[in-house]
């Protein structure tokens, strides 16, 4: 009689995070999947499921090391590095459509902020990040926009010119 002795399994484990590049305080989806282990840890976060997900929101670089471990004793490692960026500071533009406008007509205002968690614009008040507004020029203007984020903040000025009807060329 010959008895041959099967190899206890090894157990495997990947983690992932998505995304691997993030600005600090924004969340990244980790995610990972284990076989054959009976014990699953990411190290810092605690004892997980073999398969699973959380979001997590990161203020620096790391590495995010998840242990799969079996009652055989066997083990494997798995790792993935997050790479944390600070904010730049906010970008904004602003324009008009006409800039030089006949007194009581309007204009068209369109902006746009980058890396910004709020934008205000003299006369409009809190706008989107995006956006385009119509504004009646009863006389000349200074409109004042300001964009502000984690980065810091930019402020952009526009000059609105009004004008007498016979003034206009076109």
Known sequence: LTVSAKEPPTPSVQIFAEPITQLKGEPI???????????????????VNATGSRQEAVVESKIYEIAATNHF???????????????????????ATPKRVVKGRETLIRWEARFAKSVRIESFGDVPAIGERALSVTESITLTATAVGPGGSQPEELVIEAVPAKMVTV
């Open 29 to 47: 989806t980790l995610s990972w999947v284990a076989k054959d282990a009976d014990s699953v840890v990411i190290a810092g976060l605690g004892q």
């Open 73 to 95: 004793g066997n083990s494997a490692i798995d790792r993935v590095k997050v790479t944390v960026q600070e904010w730049p500071r906010p970008t904004l533009s602003l324009s």
